[in-house]
């Protein structure tokens, strides 16, 4: 009977095993569509458009908030126009997910990376990417490679400010389609936005942000 169960335990283990590498190979459900080159250079100069108004807004009425109390439209930030309120900008997912590609390298056609790249070793690259807000959460996918593999890392979380720097508060962490308690995972990550530190500072006429009704929300100080 002993050899029974000792077998026994053993196919499971190994089946375990089998089902976990899968699911960590496994492309797990988009948390956003990709966008389309033309669609990625529109919403990148939408995000422009609306930060430098912001900008504009708050060099015009530092502290007290933008004075044109004219309704913006869909390309520009939006503005409080009540006296002592302050201007704010309103970005959406496609706009954050078009900068990203921007950055990335998506949006230049042959040239830029794409999840069949080969991106060799050294520090981990981010082959491919996927943002979305939802509520007051923001949902991102990554394709990078582990031991040589192309693996989807999924996270979630709470954007925020302290002290004129971004936080990042994880909710949710998969690996591929298998799911990593966040409990694992914060402090190593909680560590590494200590080490990049000054990548995480907001620009000096930022005083609040939050992710609020599926947009990330920035106030000017």
Do not use: C
Request: charge should be negative; proline fraction near 6%; hydrophobic fraction near 40%.
């Amino acid at each position: 009977m002993k050899i029974k169960l000792d077998r026994i335990i053993s196919i499971a283990t190994l089946g375990a095993s089998l089902v976990a590498v899968i699911l960590v190979l496994k492309k797990p459900a988009p948390v956003a569509q990709p966008l389309a080159p033309s669609a990625i250079a529109e919403h990148a100069q939408s995000f422009d458009q609306k930060m430098v108004e912001f900008q504009q807004a708050a060099q015009q009425a530092p502290g007290s908030g933008f004075s044109d109390t004219s309704k913006p439209t869909a390309g520009q930030a939006a503005s409080a126009g009540s006296p002592g309120s302050k201007a704010e900008v309103h970005i959406n997912s496609d706009e954050i997910s078009a900068v990203l590609a921007q950055s990335l390298g998506n949006a230049s056609g042959p040239g830029g990376l794409t999840p069949d790249s080969n991106v060799g070793s050294g520090a981990p690259t981010i082959k491919d990417q996927q943002v979305s807000l939802e509520g007051d959460v923001v949902h991102g996918q990554f394709l990078t490679q582990i031991a040589g593999k192309d693996v989807w890392v999924t996270i979630s979380g709470h954007l925020g400010e302290k002290d004129g720097y971004a936080t990042f508060d994880p909710t949710e962490f998969k690996v591929g389609d298998l799911n990593v308690p966040v409990s694992l995972v914060n402090p190593a990550l909680q560590k590494k936005l200590a080490e990049e530190r000054d990548r995480m500072k907001l620009p000096d006429n930022v005083g609040a942000m939050k992710v609020q009704n599926s947009e990330l929300v920035m106030q000017q100080k």
